[in-house]
């Protein structure tokens, strides 16, 4: 029993830092580092849950609309997000790093605000179980399907996202271009890509991925209940990044181990808070352990692209 429970818990977390994960490695690909994931999946979040009260008052239960129109106004707000920092480190090529903290604080507090509220009545938006309704009702105590078949919706969607990502990143001419605007946009931009739309386009498509992590930790992992969790994920979100190596699609298992990791510290009886921090501090610690061994090894299908966090000047080219 604890097995399950603890396995089910720790794929249902996964898919938080899935979302966040694969908007991350598409924005990377191009060859810009976004430190404001953490606010992107915050506003996200918040303009998602807004939109669930606002549907909910309106007595509006439609489980279709309940979960569409949520999820929707979710990427459009994680979608400006992302038009905001391709506006500042692309066009105005304004530091990526400085940019991207600065993100993830506005986010954070712009996200907290809107939901300060609605603080009175935020339990109304718990009411909304088609988020974490399981999507595959079977009645069976086979650990299979307590497992693996006993999610939402959000939890599958985000499994699907990652493996089209690696497809379309991988085997496809525009995941080809992509990847030579990340390695070399001088490069790129010399054969006739177009530079700024492909770093405008993965920005704007991975920051809304991000943003449905966002609304999925708080409609579906926290069961409607707002928390300040937000930000701490989305760190992990982007140190899943580099424990993946840049691939999508291992990040699907990557996501599990750092779900199962930060959950670890409930399942262990007898420890302190401070134990319990520090069991959550191990997915970071095992980042940075994959970092310096591919370090080591230099294989170079282990490393960010070339260009990562560096600013395209087209007349330096």
Known sequence: MVFTTFFSSAIRLSATFLYGSTGEIIIEKSGHLNLGIPGVMSVGAAVGCLT??????????????????????????????????????????????????ALTTFGVGLAGHFMNGIKAEAGIIAKASQFYAELFVIESDSWFVQIFLSHGILVYLAIIIAIVAQVILNRTRIGLHLRAVGESPATADAAGINVTGYKYVATIIGSAIAAMGGLFTIMDYMGGNWEYVLEGFGWLSIALVIFTLWRPALAIPGSIIFGGLYIASGYIGGITFAQIELIKLLPYVMTIVVL??????????????????????????
């Open 292 to 317: 310096i061994a591919t370090s080591i090894l230099g294989s170079k299908k282990a490393q960010p692209p070339a260009s990562l966090g560096v600013n395209y000047f087209r007349e330096e080219r």
């Open 52 to 101: 669930v009260f606002k549907l909910l008052k309106a007595k509006i239960y439609s489980s279709a609309l309940l979960i569409l129109l949520p999820l929707l106004t979710a990427i459009v707000a994680g979608g400006l997000m992302g038009v905001l920092y391709s506006f500042l480190t692309v066009t105005l090529r304004a530091n990526q790093n400085v940019t991207g903290l």
